[in-house]
């Protein structure tokens, strides 16, 4: 069942199904600006072309390109400059939520963190010991 949300880009009431986020008006011109973006990456001499350069030249938005990314639409395999950034540094990445950096220090941290669990275990092992009693006063 479709719900009433209003459009993030113009304010406009629009039924939102799941397909998209934005009206149909904000879609269609989400798409025209896609058309521009593909039709000037596509030249040879601009392939290699990043998101400041995407932006200054065609107009369209950091966001609506990150978006664009995100979902696929812009692969960075054809496209090597083009990322979104990373939810923690901001750097940009082509895949996940985090770029290689964040990943491997959250990593290194789950490792550290495991390493010191399993020491503290093993000191309470230690301080539990056996201790034994005399039966009839032996």
């Not at 290699?48 to 966001?63: H, L």
Request: with cysteine; glycine share 8%; hydrophobic share 30%.
């Amino acid at each position: 069942m479709a719900e009433v949300r209003n459009c993030p880009t113009c304010g406009g009431m629009f039924n939102y199904t799941g397909l998209r986020d934005v009206c149909g008006t904000c879609a269609q011109a989400e798409e025209q600006m896609y058309e521009t973006v593909y039709r000037f990456l596509r030249k040879r001499e601009n392939r290699a072309a990043n998101i400041d350069r995407i932006v200054e030249v065609t107009g369209v938005t950091s966001e609506l390109l990150y978006r664009w990314v995100r979902k696929g639409r812009l692969q960075p395999a054809l496209f090597p400059n083009l990322g979104y950034p990373c939810d923690k540094c901001g750097a940009l990445t082509s895949t996940g939520k985090l770029c290689a950096k964040c990943t491997d220090e959250i990593q290194s941290d789950l490792r550290t963190f495991d390493a010191a669990q399993e020491l503290r275990e093993a000191v309470k092992a230690q301080e539990r010991g056996t201790y034994y009693t005399q039966k009839d006063g032996r």
